[in-house]
């Protein structure tokens, strides 16, 4: 595995996610300039330390590029930042996540936050260190994806990370806004949870254990866990929207909770 620590952020940062996975007993390099390699193909994954607002890097052409290549070679990417998903500009890059920013967020996050899916049961507080915790976007799954939420802030209202895995192209992702670094074990731990990351980026989603691991944030969704396999049933008069055009007539989008009312 790579561990990419750009200049920009504290060290801490990448540490704590090269920790965890040689805690996993997997073999790590951690840089500040992936660029020293002429090909990524040959790492099972990239881990990308993004920083925060005061500390942060700015996703550029050039790495969402150089990044996209390798995911669109099925490639593994995580990629943490607090500014990645709503405050700065996209790139090529972003849209690998199907991920949605949906705002800035607060100067301090509370959290804190809760394991869903395959991370069901890894739930964490959150640090109120500004070199980790200052400005931390709040993200979603992309509407109409098969993108997963894999950590969800208490209220439910948004996400703070979200996995996705593209079928055809056989390329994985995770999308996080509060560091990893900046976690705070509540249930979970950092070496339990890389291992949950780990074991998706080799083997994909895994098989369910309970109806919890099928929560696909779907509003109009009945979730359940059938002999391993999620299984996720439209509900009756239940319509989710974007728009009011995706609605019925006499009938308007509630943007709040994105459900026809």
């Given at each position: 595995y790579l561990v990419w620590n750009p200049s920009e952020v504290p060290?801490?940062?990448?540490?704590?996610?090269?920790?965890?996975?040689?805690?996993?007993?997997?073999?790590v390099q951690v840089v500040s300039d992936y660029s020293v390699f002429a090909d990524l193909n040959g790492f099972a994954g990239i881990f990308i330390a993004g920083g925060v607002y005061g500390g942060c890097h700015v996703v550029?052409?050039?790495?969402?590029?150089?990044?996209?290549?390798?995911?669109?070679?099925?490639?593994?990417?995580?990629?943490?930042?607090?500014?990645?998903?709503?405050?700065?500009?996209?790139?090529?890059?972003?849209?690998?996540?199907?991920?949605?920013?949906?705002?800035?967020?607060?100067q301090t996050y509370a959290g804190p936050v809760q394991g869903r899916h395959f991370c069901d049961g890894m739930d964490f507080t959150?640090?109120?260190?500004?070199?980790?915790?200052?400005?931390?976007?709040?993200?979603?799954?992309?509407?109409?994806?098969l993108a997963k939420p894999i950590l969800t802030d208490t209220s439910g209202d948004f996400h703070t990370?979200?996995?996705?895995e593209h079928a055809a192209k056989a390329y994985r992702t995770i999308g996080a806004s509060v560091p990893f670094v900046g976690m705070v074990a509540n249930g979970g731990t950092l070496n339990g949870i890389m291992a949950?990351?780990?074991?998706?980026?080799?083997?994909?989603?895994?098989?369910?254990?309970a109806d919890t691991f099928c929560n696909d944030s779907v509003p109009c969704t009945a979730d359940t866990c059938?002999?391993?396999?999620?299984?996720?049933?439209?509900?009756?008069?239940?319509?989710v929207c974007v728009n009011d055009s995706d609605c019925d007539d006499y009938y308007a989008c509630n943007m709040k909770n994105l459900l026809c009312a």
């Amino acid at each position: 595995y790579l561990v990419w620590n750009p200049s920009e952020v504290p060290e801490a940062h990448g540490a704590a996610l090269a920790a965890a996975i040689k805690a996993n007993d997997r073999t790590v390099q951690v840089v500040s300039d992936y660029s020293v390699f002429a090909d990524l193909n040959g790492f099972a994954g990239i881990f990308i330390a993004g920083g925060v607002y005061g500390g942060c890097h700015v996703v550029s052409n050039a790495d969402s590029y150089y990044l996209g290549s390798y995911l669109e070679q099925g490639g593994r990417i995580y990629l943490e930042g607090g500014d990645v998903w709503a405050h700065d500009s996209w790139t090529n890059l972003q849209p690998f996540f199907q991920i949605t920013g949906l705002a800035d967020g607060s100067q301090t996050y509370a959290g804190p936050v809760q394991g869903r899916h395959f991370c069901d049961g890894m739930d964490f507080t959150v640090s109120t260190d500004y070199t980790v915790n200052n400005f931390l976007d709040q993200i979603d799954k992309k509407v109409q994806t098969l993108a997963k939420p894999i950590l969800t802030d208490t209220s439910g209202d948004f996400h703070t990370a979200v996995a996705f895995e593209h079928a055809a192209k056989a390329y994985r992702t995770i999308g996080a806004s509060v560091p990893f670094v900046g976690m705070v074990a509540n249930g979970g731990t950092l070496n339990g949870i890389m291992a949950r990351y780990i074991d998706f980026f080799e083997n994909g989603y895994p098989d369910c254990v309970a109806d919890t691991f099928c929560n696909d944030s779907v509003p109009c969704t009945a979730d359940t866990c059938e002999g391993s396999v999620c299984v996720n049933s439209d509900l009756d008069n239940c319509t989710v929207c974007v728009n009011d055009s995706d609605c019925d007539d006499y009938y308007a989008c509630n943007m709040k909770n994105l459900l026809c009312a």
